[in-house]
């Protein structure tokens, strides 16, 4: 069995944002994963893996984010039938921008339209986030399903599981700065806190909700005003040098607020997309860094579709 191959983008994506700690997350309209399968009559196999960080990713698909999420889906499907895959990362594993969320989710997308698109956006949404449950040691479904629904997505409950979609502001802008760091999720929730105080929960729960009001009424100084993080981006600064002054510098130029995306290193900040800042606010962040010689790469972009076949 040798059919036509299909291609899939999957987009980098931007999770917790403040206080929605495996909860809130954003997609973005670059850079993306490109996944590309067709049918076989073997098992699913990975024949070609390019790109950042390609190296060191496995072929074997048991232990690779796009092949797991390919098979919970063929499973799901009853399948009689693997996929043949190709994988062109645009996003760098251990980068804080959805990598192995893009990667699953682009998997699952593509495993579902072999199948005849079988299954609901829940249903391959819960597939993506078992590979990424797989790879990273948690459960989390904040950077997949924004990869596949597009716009900025809250997950209401994991059990039962329960995603909403929010269209985003169109002039929200997004600069995101990737230093040459690295930091792995599974290493950035060891340092996490077993337990919060009731204090730091009020906070959260305060900020989440202006945050998802300032997305729906599509208000930037709401939104911006709510990216606050009282846990888990301090638990995590000290994975990701100069991070605060980063932040400081983007604030400083333009940037209505900076803050760690995911689990870092990557450093969002948010900015009227309608005021042209966007290059201002990415080269005085990648300066910090230059100054201590660490390679940053920046991106200016914009809230996105999700994953679509291309």
Not at 58 to 72: D, L, T
Not at 265 to 283: H, K, Q, V
């Amino acid at each position: 069995m040798s059919e036509e191959w299909v291609r899939i983008a999957a987009p980098a994506t931007t999770s917790n944002i403040g206080p929605g700690f495996d909860t809130f997350g954003l997609a973005m309209s670059e850079p993306c994963d490109i996944i590309e399968g067709r049918k076989t009559d073997s098992d699913t196999r990975i024949v070609e893996i390019t790109g950042p960080g390609s190296e060191n990713i496995p072929f074997n698909p048991k232990a690779n984010s796009v092949g797991i999420a390919v098979e919970q889906v063929l499973k799901r499907c009853n399948a009689d039938f693997g996929i043949e895959l190709k994988i062109k990362k645009g996003i760098r594993p251990c980068s804080g921008m959805g990598s192995s969320g893009a990667s699953a989710a682009g998997g699952a997308f593509l495993a579902n339209i072999l199948c005849g698109e079988k299954l609901s956006s829940n249903e391959m949404i819960l597939c993506a986030a078992h590979a990424e449950d797989v790879i990273s040691g948690g459960l989390h479904a904040d950077n997949v399903s924004p990869c596949i629904l597009g716009g900025f997505t809250v997950i209401r409950s994991y059990e039962p599981f329960d995603v909403i979609r929010i269209e985003p502001p169109n002039n929200l802008g997004m600069v995101v700065a990737l230093p040459d760091i690295m930091v792995a999720t599974s290493d950035a929730r060891k340092v996490l806190p077993a337990e919060v105080s009731v204090k730091n929960l009020v906070f959260h729960v305060g900020n989440a909700s202006t945050l998802v009001y300032g997305m729906m009424t599509g208000d930037l100084n709401v939104i911006c005003r709510s990216v606050k993080d009282a846990v888990f981006e301090p638990a995590r600064v000290k994975l990701v040098p100069l991070l605060k002054e980063a932040e400081k510098e983007a604030v400083s130029n333009g940037a209505l607020v900076s803050f760690l995306g995911g689990s870092g290193p990557c450093i969002m900040s948010f900015y009227d997309f309608n005021t042209g800042l966007g290059d201002t606010i990415a080269e005085k962040v990648k300066a910090v860094y230059a100054e201590k010689n660490i390679k940053c790469d920046t991106w200016i972009t914009r809230p996105g579709i999700g994953c679509k076949r291309i």
